[in-house]
Nanobody
């Protein structure tokens, strides 16, 4: 059974940084897709960054390009999202999602994935 557990959320002032972690169990980085999504109150879900075994580079939403970085440490089955230069509009519940197969990064971020964690709240104040 795939389980995804996020951590690292919190409150930060605009311009600050946070690093989110997603610990994945029941999951292998041999053939996979995994990514970070967010949802703010009253807004649609947004695929923030996604990566898969099918493509060489992660996808980033335009809204976070150049500020957020997705990385994987396969040795401990953890995916990170480093978030710099945070803005109030980054405030949302961030969650990790995954599939047990690859696929296009843009597609996965656009349409979502099968497994997801419960999320962690990020609040950015101005």
């Amino acid at each position: 059974e795939v389980q995804l557990v996020e951590s690292g959320g919190g409150s930060v002032q605009a311009g600050g940084s946070l690093r989110l972690s997603c610990a994945a169990s029941g999951f292998s980085f041999d053939n996979f897709a995994i990514g970070w999504f967010r949802q703010a109150p009253g807004k649609d879900r947004e695929g923030v960054s996604c990566i898969s075994s099918s493509e060489d580079y992660p996808y980033y939403a335009d809204s976070v390009q150049g500020r957020f970085t997705l990385s994987i440490v396969s040795a401990n089955n953890t995916v990170y999202l480093q978030m710099n230069s945070l803005k109030p509009e980054d405030t949302a519940v961030y969650y990790c999602a995954a599939d047990l197969y690859g696929g296009g990064n843009w597609y996965n971020c656009r349409y979502g994935m099968t497994y997801r964690g419960k999320g962690t709240l990020v609040t950015v104040s101005s």
